[in-house]
Protein backbone atom coordinates (compact mmCIF):
# COMPACT_ATOMS: atom_id res chain seq x y z
CA UNK A 1 0.00 0.00 0.00
CA UNK A 2 3.23 2.27 0.68
CA UNK A 3 3.78 1.94 -3.53
CA UNK A 4 0.10 2.34 -3.90
CA UNK A 5 -0.29 5.57 -1.50
CA UNK A 6 2.83 6.89 -3.36
CA UNK A 7 1.99 6.59 -6.56
CA UNK A 8 -1.63 8.05 -6.08
CA UNK A 9 0.33 11.18 -4.56
CA UNK A 10 2.98 11.84 -7.21
CA UNK A 11 0.14 12.00 -9.80
CA UNK A 12 -1.87 13.89 -7.42
CA UNK A 13 0.85 16.15 -6.53
CA UNK A 14 3.22 16.52 -9.76
CA UNK A 15 1.60 15.10 -12.53
CA UNK A 16 -1.87 15.97 -11.71
CA UNK A 17 -1.24 19.44 -12.19
CA UNK A 18 1.63 19.35 -15.29
CA UNK A 19 -1.08 17.45 -17.08
CA UNK A 20 -3.95 19.82 -16.27
CA UNK A 21 -2.13 22.60 -17.74
CA UNK A 22 -1.57 20.83 -20.79
CA UNK A 23 -4.66 20.12 -21.54
CA UNK A 24 -5.79 23.84 -21.39
CA UNK A 25 -2.86 24.82 -22.90
CA UNK A 26 -4.53 26.87 -26.02
CA UNK A 27 -2.10 25.20 -28.74
CA UNK A 28 -3.45 21.92 -27.73
CA UNK A 29 -6.37 22.79 -27.11
CA UNK A 30 -6.43 24.12 -31.02
CA UNK A 31 -4.67 21.11 -32.28
CA UNK A 32 -7.57 18.73 -30.48
CA UNK A 33 -10.26 21.32 -31.77
CA UNK A 34 -8.85 21.27 -35.32
CA UNK A 35 -8.36 17.56 -35.74
CA UNK A 36 -12.13 17.37 -35.17
CA UNK A 37 -12.95 19.71 -38.15
CA UNK A 38 -10.94 17.14 -40.67
CA UNK A 39 -12.47 14.37 -39.02
CA UNK A 40 -15.76 13.90 -41.16
CA UNK A 41 -14.03 14.14 -44.18
CA UNK A 42 -11.78 11.88 -43.17
CA UNK A 43 -14.15 9.19 -42.23
CA UNK A 44 -16.15 9.58 -44.78
CA UNK A 45 -13.00 9.43 -47.50
CA UNK A 46 -12.20 6.18 -45.43
CA UNK A 47 -15.05 4.42 -46.40
CA UNK A 48 -14.27 5.21 -49.97
CA UNK A 49 -11.16 3.94 -49.72
CA UNK A 50 -12.64 0.70 -48.72
CA UNK A 51 -15.02 0.43 -51.30
CA UNK A 52 -12.56 1.35 -53.93
CA UNK A 53 -10.47 -1.84 -52.70
CA UNK A 54 -12.95 -4.82 -52.20
CA UNK A 55 -11.84 -7.25 -49.38
CA UNK A 56 -11.55 -10.00 -51.77
CA UNK A 57 -8.55 -11.87 -53.41
CA UNK A 58 -8.32 -11.29 -57.53
CA UNK A 59 -9.10 -15.13 -57.85
CA UNK A 60 -12.00 -15.28 -55.63
CA UNK A 61 -14.81 -17.56 -56.81
CA UNK A 62 -17.63 -15.51 -55.02
CA UNK A 63 -19.83 -13.64 -57.32
CA UNK A 64 -20.20 -10.99 -55.22
CA UNK A 65 -16.87 -10.11 -55.24
CA UNK A 66 -15.86 -10.35 -58.79
CA UNK A 67 -18.80 -8.40 -59.63
CA UNK A 68 -17.39 -5.70 -56.81
CA UNK A 69 -13.72 -6.47 -58.47
CA UNK A 70 -14.73 -5.97 -61.99
CA UNK A 71 -17.18 -2.50 -61.24
CA UNK A 72 -14.09 -1.01 -58.95
CA UNK A 73 -11.64 -2.08 -62.31
CA UNK A 74 -13.99 0.05 -64.78
CA UNK A 75 -14.54 2.98 -62.44
CA UNK A 76 -12.05 3.34 -60.28
CA UNK A 77 -10.98 7.01 -60.82
CA UNK A 78 -14.58 8.04 -60.25
CA UNK A 79 -14.75 5.84 -57.66
CA UNK A 80 -11.32 7.37 -56.39
CA UNK A 81 -11.85 10.89 -56.38
CA UNK A 82 -13.99 11.41 -53.18
CA UNK A 83 -10.95 10.13 -51.47
CA UNK A 84 -8.96 12.33 -52.94
CA UNK A 85 -10.74 15.43 -52.27
CA UNK A 86 -11.49 14.46 -48.74
CA UNK A 87 -9.54 12.56 -46.82
CA UNK A 88 -6.34 12.47 -49.41
CA UNK A 89 -6.02 16.29 -48.80
CA UNK A 90 -7.02 16.08 -44.85
CA UNK A 91 -3.97 18.44 -44.53
CA UNK A 92 -5.77 21.24 -45.37
CA UNK A 93 -8.85 21.03 -43.88
CA UNK A 94 -6.44 20.42 -40.45
CA UNK A 95 -4.29 23.64 -40.76
CA UNK A 96 -7.67 25.32 -41.68
CA UNK A 97 -9.26 23.56 -38.40
CA UNK A 98 -6.12 24.56 -35.86
CA UNK A 99 -5.82 28.35 -37.13
CA UNK A 100 -9.47 28.56 -36.69
CA UNK A 101 -9.44 27.52 -32.86
CA UNK A 102 -6.45 28.94 -32.33
CA UNK A 103 -7.51 32.52 -33.46
CA UNK A 104 -10.54 31.81 -30.94
CA UNK A 105 -8.71 31.22 -27.78
CA UNK A 106 -7.21 34.82 -28.82
CA UNK A 107 -10.15 36.18 -29.88
CA UNK A 108 -8.89 36.72 -32.92
CA UNK A 109 -11.19 36.70 -36.73
CA UNK A 110 -11.02 32.75 -37.14
CA UNK A 111 -12.14 32.59 -40.69
CA UNK A 112 -9.84 35.07 -41.61
CA UNK A 113 -6.89 32.78 -39.83
CA UNK A 114 -8.02 29.60 -41.14
CA UNK A 115 -8.02 31.44 -44.43
CA UNK A 116 -4.23 32.80 -44.19
CA UNK A 117 -3.10 29.34 -42.82
CA UNK A 118 -4.90 27.77 -45.78
CA UNK A 119 -2.90 30.07 -48.43
CA UNK A 120 0.37 29.48 -46.30
CA UNK A 121 0.14 25.84 -46.27
CA UNK A 122 -0.37 26.22 -50.12
CA UNK A 123 2.10 28.15 -50.28
CA UNK A 124 4.58 25.93 -49.32
CA UNK A 125 3.45 22.51 -49.40
CA UNK A 126 2.04 22.72 -52.82
CA UNK A 127 3.85 25.29 -55.53
CA UNK A 128 2.08 25.79 -58.58
CA UNK A 129 3.05 24.09 -61.80
CA UNK A 130 1.19 24.55 -65.58
CA UNK A 131 -1.54 25.92 -63.57
CA UNK A 132 -2.33 22.18 -61.58
CA UNK A 133 -1.32 22.35 -57.65
CA UNK A 134 0.41 18.66 -56.77
CA UNK A 135 -1.16 17.17 -54.04
CA UNK A 136 1.37 14.90 -52.69
CA UNK A 137 1.93 16.56 -49.55
CA UNK A 138 -2.19 17.01 -49.17
CA UNK A 139 -2.12 13.53 -47.49
CA UNK A 140 -0.23 12.22 -44.52
CA UNK A 141 3.08 13.56 -45.30
CA UNK A 142 1.47 17.53 -45.10
CA UNK A 143 0.15 17.33 -41.50
CA UNK A 144 3.24 18.28 -39.47
CA UNK A 145 3.60 21.29 -41.47
CA UNK A 146 0.05 21.83 -41.81
CA UNK A 147 0.27 22.34 -37.89
CA UNK A 148 3.21 24.51 -37.91
CA UNK A 149 2.02 26.94 -40.33
CA UNK A 150 -1.24 27.29 -38.51
CA UNK A 151 0.85 27.96 -35.21
CA UNK A 152 2.79 30.25 -37.30
CA UNK A 153 0.22 32.41 -39.00
CA UNK A 154 -1.89 33.26 -35.77
CA UNK A 155 0.88 34.13 -33.87
CA UNK A 156 2.26 35.95 -36.49
CA UNK A 157 -1.08 37.94 -36.93
CA UNK A 158 -1.53 38.11 -33.00
CA UNK A 159 2.15 39.53 -32.84
CA UNK A 160 1.39 42.17 -35.75
CA UNK A 161 -1.69 43.34 -34.09
CA UNK A 162 -0.07 44.01 -30.64
CA UNK A 163 2.26 45.92 -31.73
CA UNK A 164 -0.20 47.98 -34.34
CA UNK A 165 1.28 47.00 -37.47
CA UNK A 166 -1.92 46.83 -39.12
CA UNK A 167 -4.64 48.93 -41.17
CA UNK A 168 -6.77 49.82 -38.91
CA UNK A 169 -10.40 51.22 -40.25
CA UNK A 170 -12.58 53.68 -38.96
CA UNK A 171 -15.03 52.77 -36.30
CA UNK A 172 -17.86 53.33 -39.08
CA UNK A 173 -16.42 50.77 -41.26
CA UNK A 174 -18.58 47.28 -41.41
CA UNK A 175 -17.31 44.42 -39.43
CA UNK A 176 -16.55 42.75 -42.40
CA UNK A 177 -14.93 45.17 -44.27
CA UNK A 178 -12.19 45.99 -41.28
CA UNK A 179 -11.49 42.43 -40.57
CA UNK A 180 -10.37 42.22 -44.27
CA UNK A 181 -8.30 45.07 -44.36
CA UNK A 182 -6.44 43.90 -40.93
CA UNK A 183 -5.76 40.76 -43.08
CA UNK A 184 -3.33 42.61 -45.35
CA UNK A 185 -0.30 43.19 -43.46
CA UNK A 186 -0.04 39.79 -42.13
CA UNK A 187 -0.69 38.05 -45.58
CA UNK A 188 2.18 40.12 -46.81
CA UNK A 189 3.95 39.10 -44.07
CA UNK A 190 3.60 35.74 -44.84
CA UNK A 191 4.80 36.15 -48.58
CA UNK A 192 7.59 37.67 -46.77
CA UNK A 193 8.88 35.27 -44.07
CA UNK A 194 7.28 31.53 -45.71
CA UNK A 195 8.03 32.06 -49.26
CA UNK A 196 11.85 32.66 -49.02
CA UNK A 197 12.04 30.12 -46.62
CA UNK A 198 10.58 27.29 -48.91
CA UNK A 199 12.51 28.89 -52.07
CA UNK A 200 16.10 28.27 -50.00
CA UNK A 201 15.21 24.91 -49.31
CA UNK A 202 14.08 24.12 -52.54
CA UNK A 203 16.77 25.60 -53.76
CA UNK A 204 19.52 24.36 -51.18
CA UNK A 205 18.00 21.01 -50.20
CA UNK A 206 16.05 20.29 -53.38
CA UNK A 207 13.26 19.65 -51.50
CA UNK A 208 9.95 21.17 -49.89
CA UNK A 209 9.21 22.23 -46.65
CA UNK A 210 7.10 18.99 -45.57
CA UNK A 211 9.59 17.03 -46.97
CA UNK A 212 12.09 19.07 -44.45
CA UNK A 213 9.74 18.66 -41.72
CA UNK A 214 8.57 15.38 -42.16
CA UNK A 215 12.42 13.94 -42.21
CA UNK A 216 12.84 16.35 -39.03
CA UNK A 217 9.80 13.99 -37.52
CA UNK A 218 10.61 10.68 -38.57
CA UNK A 219 12.63 9.00 -35.78
CA UNK A 220 9.37 10.39 -33.76
CA UNK A 221 6.97 8.22 -36.21
CA UNK A 222 9.39 5.45 -36.37
CA UNK A 223 9.33 5.27 -32.47
CA UNK A 224 5.54 5.64 -31.96
CA UNK A 225 5.51 2.09 -34.04
CA UNK A 226 7.72 0.71 -30.93
CA UNK A 227 6.07 -1.55 -27.96
CA UNK A 228 7.67 0.58 -25.50
CA UNK A 229 6.21 3.52 -26.73
CA UNK A 230 2.60 2.85 -27.05
CA UNK A 231 3.23 1.10 -23.22
CA UNK A 232 4.57 4.51 -22.14
CA UNK A 233 1.63 6.61 -24.10
CA UNK A 234 -0.96 4.11 -22.40
CA UNK A 235 0.26 4.05 -19.14
CA UNK A 236 0.61 7.86 -18.88
CA UNK A 237 -2.98 7.94 -19.50
CA UNK A 238 -4.40 5.40 -17.01
CA UNK A 239 -2.25 7.04 -14.69
CA UNK A 240 -4.19 10.55 -15.41
CA UNK A 241 -7.50 8.86 -15.28
CA UNK A 242 -6.81 6.99 -12.02
CA UNK A 243 -6.20 10.11 -10.29
CA UNK A 244 -9.61 11.80 -11.98
CA UNK A 245 -8.17 13.12 -14.37
CA UNK A 246 -9.02 12.69 -18.05
CA UNK A 247 -5.73 11.57 -19.79
CA UNK A 248 -7.34 10.45 -23.21
CA UNK A 249 -8.46 14.01 -23.51
CA UNK A 250 -4.58 15.12 -22.90
CA UNK A 251 -2.59 12.05 -24.17
CA UNK A 252 -4.96 11.39 -27.27
CA UNK A 253 -4.53 15.21 -28.09
CA UNK A 254 -1.24 14.96 -28.54
CA UNK A 255 -0.98 11.82 -29.84
CA UNK A 256 -3.45 13.12 -33.08
CA UNK A 257 -0.84 14.40 -34.88
CA UNK A 258 1.20 10.90 -35.13
CA UNK A 259 -2.24 9.23 -35.45
CA UNK A 260 -3.30 10.61 -38.37
CA UNK A 261 0.05 11.14 -40.69
CA UNK A 262 0.48 6.90 -39.59
CA UNK A 263 -3.27 6.33 -40.70
CA UNK A 264 -2.48 8.64 -43.74
CA UNK A 265 0.71 6.93 -44.83
CA UNK A 266 -1.16 3.65 -44.32
CA UNK A 267 -4.11 4.43 -46.69
CA UNK A 268 -1.77 6.07 -49.66
CA UNK A 269 0.08 2.59 -49.28
CA UNK A 270 -2.85 0.78 -49.36
CA UNK A 271 -4.83 2.65 -52.49
CA UNK A 272 -1.33 2.49 -54.65
CA UNK A 273 -1.13 -1.68 -53.26
CA UNK A 274 2.00 -1.49 -51.33
CA UNK A 275 2.32 -2.66 -47.51
CA UNK A 276 0.76 -0.65 -45.30
CA UNK A 277 3.31 0.38 -42.82
CA UNK A 278 2.31 1.84 -39.46
CA UNK A 279 1.13 0.06 -36.68
CA UNK A 280 0.05 2.52 -34.73
CA UNK A 281 -2.96 4.37 -35.36
CA UNK A 282 -6.24 5.76 -33.69
CA UNK A 283 -8.58 2.27 -34.17
CA UNK A 284 -5.02 0.09 -33.07
CA UNK A 285 -5.71 2.65 -29.76
CA UNK A 286 -9.58 2.30 -29.29
CA UNK A 287 -10.60 -0.94 -30.42
CA UNK A 288 -7.71 -3.54 -29.21
CA UNK A 289 -6.06 -1.53 -25.97
CA UNK A 290 -9.47 0.45 -24.53
CA UNK A 291 -12.39 -1.81 -25.47
CA UNK A 292 -14.90 0.09 -23.93
CA UNK A 293 -12.75 3.27 -22.91
CA UNK A 294 -9.90 3.87 -20.74
CA UNK A 295 -9.29 1.03 -18.25
CA UNK A 296 -10.43 -2.11 -21.12
CA UNK A 297 -13.57 -1.13 -19.03
CA UNK A 298 -16.34 -3.13 -20.98
CA UNK A 299 -15.06 -6.38 -19.30
CA UNK A 300 -15.84 -4.61 -15.72
CA UNK A 301 -19.27 -3.74 -16.89
CA UNK A 302 -19.71 -7.27 -18.33
CA UNK A 303 -19.18 -8.38 -14.48
CA UNK A 304 -20.45 -6.26 -12.90
CA UNK A 305 -23.81 -6.34 -14.78
CA UNK A 306 -24.70 -9.73 -12.97
CA UNK A 307 -23.09 -8.69 -9.37
CA UNK A 308 -24.61 -9.84 -6.15
CA UNK A 309 -23.74 -6.06 -4.78
CA UNK A 310 -27.18 -3.80 -5.79
CA UNK A 311 -24.70 -1.05 -6.38
CA UNK A 312 -22.26 -2.53 -8.72
CA UNK A 313 -25.39 -4.28 -10.44
CA UNK A 314 -27.04 -0.87 -11.16
CA UNK A 315 -24.26 0.79 -12.08
CA UNK A 316 -22.81 -2.33 -14.39
CA UNK A 317 -26.08 -2.26 -16.15
CA UNK A 318 -26.42 1.67 -16.65
CA UNK A 319 -23.23 1.70 -17.66
CA UNK A 320 -23.13 -1.38 -20.38
CA UNK A 321 -24.70 0.18 -23.36
CA UNK A 322 -22.28 3.20 -23.13
CA UNK A 323 -19.32 0.97 -22.77
CA UNK A 324 -20.46 -0.72 -26.33
CA UNK A 325 -19.92 3.07 -27.43
CA UNK A 326 -16.27 3.14 -26.18
CA UNK A 327 -17.81 5.65 -23.32
CA UNK A 328 -16.85 4.55 -19.95
CA UNK A 329 -17.45 7.74 -17.42
CA UNK A 330 -20.47 6.22 -15.76
CA UNK A 331 -18.65 3.48 -14.53
CA UNK A 332 -15.76 4.74 -14.15
CA UNK A 333 -17.36 7.89 -11.53
CA UNK A 334 -20.13 5.37 -10.79
CA UNK A 335 -18.25 2.20 -9.84
CA UNK A 336 -16.28 4.24 -8.74
CA UNK A 337 -12.28 2.78 -10.64
CA UNK A 338 -10.90 5.75 -10.27
CA UNK A 339 -8.81 6.18 -7.06
CA UNK A 340 -10.18 2.45 -6.23
CA UNK A 341 -6.77 1.05 -5.01
CA UNK A 342 -9.27 -2.42 -5.31
CA UNK A 343 -9.09 -2.03 -8.97
CA UNK A 344 -6.00 0.16 -9.65
CA UNK A 345 -3.89 -3.17 -10.88
CA UNK A 346 -6.09 -4.60 -13.39
CA UNK A 347 -7.59 -0.99 -14.97
CA UNK A 348 -3.55 -0.52 -15.56
CA UNK A 349 -2.30 -3.91 -16.22
CA UNK A 350 -5.47 -4.89 -19.11
CA UNK A 351 -4.93 -2.23 -21.24
CA UNK A 352 -1.05 -2.94 -21.25
CA UNK A 353 -1.47 -6.95 -21.97
CA UNK A 354 -4.10 -5.57 -24.86
CA UNK A 355 -1.41 -3.46 -26.36
CA UNK A 356 0.99 -6.56 -26.02
CA UNK A 357 -0.79 -8.94 -27.28
CA UNK A 358 -2.55 -6.86 -30.81
CA UNK A 359 1.08 -6.00 -30.97
CA UNK A 360 2.17 -9.47 -31.52
CA UNK A 361 -0.89 -10.40 -33.83
CA UNK A 362 -0.43 -6.85 -35.68
CA UNK A 363 3.22 -6.82 -36.22
CA UNK A 364 3.45 -10.21 -37.32
CA UNK A 365 0.87 -10.19 -39.28
CA UNK A 366 -1.60 -11.92 -38.35
CA UNK A 367 -4.24 -9.37 -38.36
CA UNK A 368 -3.42 -6.65 -40.82
CA UNK A 369 -2.92 -2.95 -40.06
CA UNK A 370 -5.53 -0.20 -39.91
CA UNK A 371 -6.23 1.84 -42.97
CA UNK A 372 -9.51 3.59 -42.21
CA UNK A 373 -10.06 6.51 -39.48
CA UNK A 374 -13.41 5.14 -37.64
CA UNK A 375 -15.42 7.20 -35.26
CA UNK A 376 -14.05 6.86 -31.48
CA UNK A 377 -17.43 5.42 -30.38
CA UNK A 378 -17.66 3.17 -33.05
CA UNK A 379 -18.36 -0.41 -31.13
CA UNK A 380 -14.85 -1.74 -30.64
CA UNK A 381 -15.84 -5.31 -32.45
CA UNK A 382 -17.22 -3.59 -35.60
CA UNK A 383 -14.13 -0.79 -35.20
CA UNK A 384 -11.55 -2.91 -35.22
CA UNK A 385 -12.61 -4.71 -38.82
CA UNK A 386 -13.46 -1.43 -40.06
CA UNK A 387 -10.27 -0.01 -39.62
CA UNK A 388 -8.97 -2.58 -41.14
CA UNK A 389 -10.61 -2.36 -44.66
CA UNK A 390 -13.31 -4.91 -42.91
CA UNK A 391 -10.90 -7.98 -42.40
CA UNK A 392 -13.28 -9.62 -39.75
CA UNK A 393 -9.51 -11.40 -38.06
CA UNK A 394 -9.19 -7.97 -36.43
CA UNK A 395 -12.85 -8.63 -34.53
CA UNK A 396 -11.66 -12.22 -33.54
CA UNK A 397 -8.82 -10.33 -32.22
CA UNK A 398 -10.56 -7.90 -30.19
CA UNK A 399 -12.85 -10.52 -29.15
CA UNK A 400 -9.94 -12.43 -27.53
CA UNK A 401 -8.65 -9.64 -26.06
CA UNK A 402 -12.14 -8.96 -24.41
CA UNK A 403 -12.03 -11.98 -22.91
CA UNK A 404 -8.65 -11.85 -21.51
CA UNK A 405 -9.53 -8.76 -19.95
CA UNK A 406 -12.33 -10.61 -17.91
CA UNK A 407 -10.18 -12.89 -16.67
CA UNK A 408 -7.56 -10.13 -15.82
CA UNK A 409 -10.44 -8.14 -13.51
CA UNK A 410 -12.26 -10.86 -12.62
CA UNK A 411 -9.87 -11.61 -9.10
CA UNK A 412 -9.82 -8.27 -8.42
CA UNK A 413 -14.09 -7.46 -9.35
CA UNK A 414 -14.88 -10.47 -6.70
CA UNK A 415 -12.41 -8.38 -3.99
CA UNK A 416 -14.40 -5.52 -4.84
CA UNK A 417 -17.76 -6.91 -4.39
CA UNK A 418 -16.85 -8.62 -1.34
CA UNK A 419 -16.08 -4.64 0.06
CA UNK A 420 -19.64 -3.12 -1.54
CA UNK A 421 -21.75 -6.17 0.15
CA UNK A 422 -20.32 -5.62 3.20
CA UNK A 423 -21.06 -1.98 3.26
CA UNK A 424 -24.89 -2.96 1.46
CA UNK A 425 -25.50 -5.49 4.66
CA UNK A 426 -25.97 -2.64 7.46
CA UNK A 427 -27.79 -0.66 5.23
CA UNK A 428 -30.39 -3.15 4.09
CA UNK A 429 -30.66 -4.21 7.73
CA UNK A 430 -31.44 -0.58 8.69
CA UNK A 431 -34.27 -0.22 5.84
CA UNK A 432 -35.95 -3.23 7.34
CA UNK A 433 -35.50 -2.22 10.44
CA UNK A 434 -37.04 1.16 9.52
CA UNK A 435 -39.44 -0.40 7.54
CA UNK A 436 -40.98 -2.51 10.72
CA UNK A 437 -40.93 0.34 12.52
CA UNK A 438 -38.92 -1.44 15.60
CA UNK A 439 -38.66 1.49 18.27
CA UNK A 440 -35.41 0.14 19.71
CA UNK A 441 -33.81 1.60 17.00
CA UNK A 442 -35.64 5.27 17.19
Not at 22 to 48: C, E, K, N
Not at 335 to 353: G, M
Not at 410 to 427: C, G, I, T
Amino acid sequence: MKLYNRLIQFVEQKLGPIAGKLGTQRHISALRDGFLVAMPFIIVGSFILIFANPPFAADTTSAFGQAWLNFVAKHRAVIVMPWTMSMGIMSLFITMGVAYSLARTYKMDAIGAAALSAMSFLLIAAPEKNWALPLNHFGGTGIFTAILVAYFSVELTRILQKYNITIRMPEQVPPAIAASFALLVPVLAIFLTLYPLSLLIQTGFDMQIPDAVMTLFKPLISASNSLPAIIGALLLCQLLWFAGIHGANIVVGILSPIFLANIGANAAAYAAGEPVPNLFTQPFWDFYIFIGGAGATLALVMLMSFSRATHLKSVGRMSFLPGVFQINEPVLFGAPVVVNATLFIPFVLAPVVNAVIAYIAVNTGVVDKAIAVTPWTTPALIGSAWGAGWVFKASILTAVLMVIDLIIYYPFFKAYEKQVLREEKPSATSTADASTGDPSLA
